[in-house]
């Protein structure tokens, strides 16, 4: 029996990369949906959605990537979609990489699969600085989780019915990448990361700038403060 399977892209700002990235999602229609949820854009990315027909959530005003996702998670799991794939709308994400990042939730019994920039290669192009963030977030992780997860700012995740149910709940808004990670190993879900080799972004500007000593002060702390938390109480599932 197949899978109900969607794709869930966080638009803001993205009417440039966006003629590209429904060439290479068009490609998937029959097995994978696709949600796309414009965050509050001022450019032209609503109109291109609307003229290709796209399904979308438009939001009113821009509320972060955190409430994004956590949109297009709810909506998978009132959906009752089995997985959902949070993609990046700027064409970093290589689409290719779909089926490994589900086949490693299936062969190895995983809840979430990431893909990795550092699970195979350790040397992938990343500034010094941020390079150095990443590496203190995943030994933070692996401190207070006891599991190592080498790449966890990734934001190409795969996620089953059991981690859809838990983050349609309860996701993190600030620093969602770490901080999710941290929840979900907290509360007895299983990760794992697959090797991929992220594109170049296609055009536009990123709206995250996420080096320096502030923020990693900020994640570090919000990554303390959901473990001593309470663990949820059930992932109810339907």
């Not at 966006?18 to 029959?30: D, V």
């Not at 399904?55 to 998670?73: E, K, M, P, R, S």
């Not at 019994?109 to 920039?117: F, N, P, Q, T, V």
Request: hydrophobic residues 35%.
């Amino acid at each position: 029996m197949s899978s109900k399977n969607l794709i869930i892209v966080p638009i803001f700002n993205e009417a440039w990369n966006l003629p590209l990235l429904f060439e290479r999602l068009g490609a998937l229609k029959k097995s994978w949906d696709v949600l796309y949820i414009n965050d509050g854009s001022s450019d032209s990315s609503k109109e291109l959605l609307e003229a290709q027909g796209s399904n979308f959530i438009d939001l009113a005003y821009n509320i972060g990537i955190g409430g994004c996702v956590q949109t297009g998670l709810k909506y998978a799991f009132e959906h009752e979609y089995d997985y959902a794939v949070q993609l990046d709308g700027d064409g970093q994400h290589p689409i290719e990489a779909l089926s490994e990042l589900l086949e490693e939730v299936n062969s190895n019994e995983c809840d979430i699969a990431i893909g990795s920039r550092f699970k195979r290669d350790k040397k992938h192009p990343v500034g010094r600085t941020r390079r150095l963030g990443i590496r203190i977030l995943s030994s933070t992780i692996k401190v207070l989780t006891g599991q190592t997860i080498l790449d966890p700012t990734s934001g190409y995740r795969l996620f089953n019915r059991k981690s859809i149910s838990l983050l349609s709940e309860n996701y993190p808004q600030d620093y969602p990448e770490p901080e999710s990670v941290v929840f979900l190993l907290k509360n007895g879900l299983r990760i794992c990361e697959v090797p991929v080799r992220m594109n170049s972004r296609e055009g536009g500007i990123s709206s995250i700038h996420r080096d320096g000593i502030f923020y990693m002060a900020k994640v570090m702390l919000s990554m303390i403060m959901v473990v001593l938390r309470p663990k949820e109480s059930s992932h109810g599932s339907r």
